[in-house]
């Protein structure tokens, strides 16, 4: 009996950590046929969008625009078994794909995979400690000054192709503007012509939805307004389409510059090549030495991590907007990401992360589970299999265009003053950010970011009030005492102020305020720095002779001071039940005890 019994239980922990890792188990059961066409018409809209963006940031990346699609088919069949939140859509992005070009420069898809690879690796390694929560540590200005220095770094790089003007290479936004002053010259007209066309297309295209009014409930303005709706859904492909019509008609030597042969089919499945050729010292050469595995390593730097961390934040962070209602898991995020990441490794795909305009539209187009990742999927590799011979036509200022239209609108300094106002720590942080991000590297950027936050957040401890409250009792008015609240926990970063108050109020009012009481009511943690602390305050206040008084003093700090050397006689003298009781042991003992402990 008691052997079925143990069985049963390690089906019913089996099948929990089955549904836990594979959140298809718990949507799937629930599926209906109804659900299917609301996954086709998000899933065919996500991969309208997400066809020429992959393109586009495969050429961000440096690559050519046949490896963002092998991302993007791969990673909408992952996130099917692994996601947590319907509306999340991954694949390339903006942001990583600048992340890679970054870490591993122009032609070198190699060293974009293996970036990949890697970050995958690493988001399991995390996920595998469990520590999804500590994405938190990551505060909203950081998030918010990283996205707008990224978001205008990537628009800046795109100026090239967008101008179509020859410039040596660049990483960094400063180095883009640069680039464009020293080759104003060189700018071709056609190519600007055409660049400003797309992008005003788009633009408009994006916004079209807002000539209808909302409030009209009149048949046809509802009819319009579904077909404004489809044509801005599907702007980034009717822009591509009329650009590369415009291209191909033009003859065989348009005014301006094309994307180019676009190499059909599906990747072959290969090992990532673990030991680069090192193409960081010359690009031009034909023969270039064969770095080791470790060697390998070291020249990729950081690039994987940071390539990892924000993949993970920007999916958690679009989780959370999106994932009202559903069971959203920073940890399985990690999961997903990792296995996506690691299986592109072995097609040759680049960096993913949750986008955030692809996800917008799916959840606008009314997706109903993870399923519609399969049409996307789907659509994608009829697109390689079928439609890459049209892709020679597009021109590189309409793919400039869209990337640009996409990043402008994360682009938002209306937060500032909203910042400002409630917090102007949180300015700082932000501008720490912002700045770092766009004048120095992404990388730095974050990493200034994380620093200054974590800064912040040290010094609100370190530089803490504890404002006094001067009592009077009510009965005896020549007893008088002072009570102070501490904010937070009793960890070693409150300590330090917890003793210079004590310290100064017990040296200034000892001799009017002979007692002084610590609301240890937010003291639910604590650590060895803080109980010790309290002992010395207590030993310390008694030279000054000044009474101490904990209230609220609780089981588990009691025990702890206990261990910490307080005998248990004096424990037992002094133990206070409630505030309610204060007075009357603050008259018992104001000139008999040194330290109480209420």
Not at 20 to 27: A, D, L, R, S
């Amino acid at each position: 009996m008691e052997d079925s019994m143990s069985n049963v239980t390690r089906n019913e922990i089996f099948k929990e950590k089955v549904c836990n890792h594979f959140p298809i188990t718990q949507w799937l059961p629930k599926y209906s046929y109804k659900d299917v066409f609301g996954d086709f018409v998000a899933g065919t809209s996500v991969a309208l969008a997400a066809i020429p963006q992959s393109m586009a940031y495969a050429i961000l990346a440096g690559l050519s625009p046949q490896f963002g699609l092998y991302s993007s088919f791969l990673a909408p069949f992952v996130y099917i078994f692994l996601g947590s939140c319907r509306q999340v859509t991954i694949g390339p992005t903006a942001v990583s794909a600048l992340l890679a070009f970054e870490t591993c420069g122009r032609n070198f898809p190699d060293c974009v995979v293996l970036v990949s690879f890697y970050s995958g690796i690493i988001q399991i390694v995390l996920y595998l400690l469990r520590i999804g929560h500590f994405v938190a540590l990551i505060s909203d200005p950081v998030t918010i000054g990283f996205t707008n220095g990224a978001a205008l770094t990537i628009a800046s790089s795109q100026l090239k192709g967008f101008f179509g003007f020859h410039s040596s290479k660049s990483t960094h936004f400063l180095g883009y503007w640069e680039s464009i002053f020293k080759n104003w010259a060189t700018i071709s007209i056609p190519d600007a012509i055409m660049g400003f066309s797309c992008l005003l297309a788009l633009l408009i295209l994006q916004n079209l939805k807002l000539l209808i009014c909302q409030q009209s409930i009149d048949s046809d303005k509802r009819l319009l307004k579904k077909i404004f709706w489809i044509l801005s859904v599907c702007r980034n492909v009717i822009v591509v389409v009329c650009a590369s019509i415009v291209a191909y008609t033009w003859g065989s030597t348009p005014p301006f510059h094309l994307t180019g042969f676009v190499e059909s089919g599906l990747p072959d499945v290969t090992i990532p090549n673990f030991c680069l050729e090192n193409r960081w010292v010359n690009e031009t050469v034909t023969e270039v030495e064969t770095l080791t595995f470790f060697q390998t390593l070291s020249k990729l730097g950081f690039g994987p991590s940071m390539v990892a961390l924000v993949a993970i934040l920007q999916n958690v962070a679009i989780s959370k907007a999106y994932g009202s209602g559903q069971r959203i898991d920073g940890n399985q995020e990690m999961l997903s990401l990792g296995v996506a990441s690691i299986f592109g490794g072995f097609i040759s795909a680049q960096p993913v992360s949750a986008s955030f305009s692809r996800s917008a539209l799916n959840d606008a187009s009314g997706v109903r589970s993870q399923f519609s990742g399969f049409f996307t999927g789907t659509i994608v590799i009829i697109s390689l299999s079928a439609l890459t011979p049209t892709f020679y036509y597009i021109p590189k200022a309409t793919l400039a265009a869209v990337i640009i239209s996409a990043v402008i609108v994360l682009v938002d300094f209306r937060i500032i003053p909203k910042m400002w106002r409630i917090n102007k720590k949180d300015t700082l942080t932000y501008g720490a950010t912002f700045l770092s991000s766009l004048l120095i590297s992404m990388e730095i950027g974050i990493g200034v970011g994380l620093g200054v936050s974590i800064f912040v957040f040290l010094y609100g401890f370190l530089t803490a009030k504890l404002i006094p409250e001067f009592k009077t009792d009510e009965i005896e008015p020549t007893i008088q005492y002072i009570i102070l609240r501490p904010p937070s926990g009793l960890q070693f970063p409150e300590v330090d102020t917890l003793r210079k108050y004590v310290n100064h109020y017990s040296l200034k009012y000892s001799d009017t305020h002979p007692v002084i009481v610590i609301d240890c009511l937010k003291w639910q943690e604590f650590d060895f720095t803080g109980v010790a602390a309290v002992s010395s305050i207590l030993q310390a206040a008694q030279r000054n002779r000044t009474s101490i008084i904990l209230l609220h003093c609780s089981e588990k700090l009691r025990g702890a001071l206990k261990t910490s050397g307080l005998s248990e006689l004096e424990l037992l003298r002094i133990i206070c039940a409630n505030e309610l009781s204060l007075n009357q042991l603050v008259r018992k003992n104001s000139t008999e005890i040194t330290s109480l402990i209420c």
